[in-house]
């Protein structure tokens, strides 16, 4: 068994795709590259030792049969397989840490899952219940989600789920507000404790 965790290292659920791995190991080969990252120095290596493997399909079957994971290689996608992959996803994200959840990473996963090819899949699809369970999945992804990164896939989630553009407006309009106070919540501490602190002045 390989006691890396590949997956972890590369934060992809393991039904990701080999262009997912290619992707995501690019974005992270750049964040982590020892010219620019001074942090951890074992940290590139893990994720180019971690692309290596997951990116050759014999070597990612084989790890997959060391670590007791399933491996299926790769297909066209199906109503199925975005159900899988949309439920992978929501589980992953639920098991993140809030302060440690890469969630760049998570929205080009999204944007992915909702490429063009899927979204004709979707729209093609007539079973009723597993349309509602992927836009369930995607709807609870998008509520984890920053403000920034709901934007980027706007027009996407419009375009799939009209019917939900309104309560993803609102969604958007509630991410906005709490983007806004965070950003803000420090001055406006600081700036209350400098009143409070006159009006204590003035009134001894």
């Not at 190991?25 to 493997?53: M, W």
């Not at 309104?166 to 400098?194: C, D, G, N, P």
Request: proline share 3%; aromatic share 10%; with cysteine.
């Amino acid at each position: 068994m390989t006691e890396k965790d590949y997956y972890s290292i590369l934060r992809l659920p393991p039904s990701c795709t080999i262009a997912d791995i290619k992707k995501t190991y690019r974005q992270l080969a750049l964040r982590f590259h020892p010219d620019l990252y001074k942090g951890n120095s074992t940290i590139f290596s893990d994720i180019k030792e971690a692309y290596e493997v997951l990116s050759n399909e014999e070597l990612r079957k084989k790890y997959h049969q060391e670590n007791n994971l399933a491996y299926t290689k790769e297909q066209p996608e199906t109503i199925d397989s975005i159900l899988l992959h949309s439920t992978q996803l929501l589980r992953y994200i639920n098991n993140c840490n809030s302060f440690t959840t890469e969630y760049e990473l998570i929205t080009i996963y999204l944007q992915q899952l909702l490429q063009t090819d899927n979204i004709k899949i979707i729209q093609s699809s007539n079973d009723t219940q597993k349309l509602r369970q992927i836009e369930t999945n995607i709807l609870l992804i998008c509520q984890a989600l920053p403000y920034q990164q709901l934007l980027s896939v706007q027009e996407t989630i419009h375009a799939v789920f009209p019917l939900n553009n309104a309560y993803y407006q609102a969604l958007i309009t509630q991410k906005k507000r709490t983007m806004f106070w965070e950003k803000y919540a420090v001055l406006f501490a600081i700036s209350t404790a400098i009143v409070l602190c006159v009006a204590m002045a003035f009134i001894v």
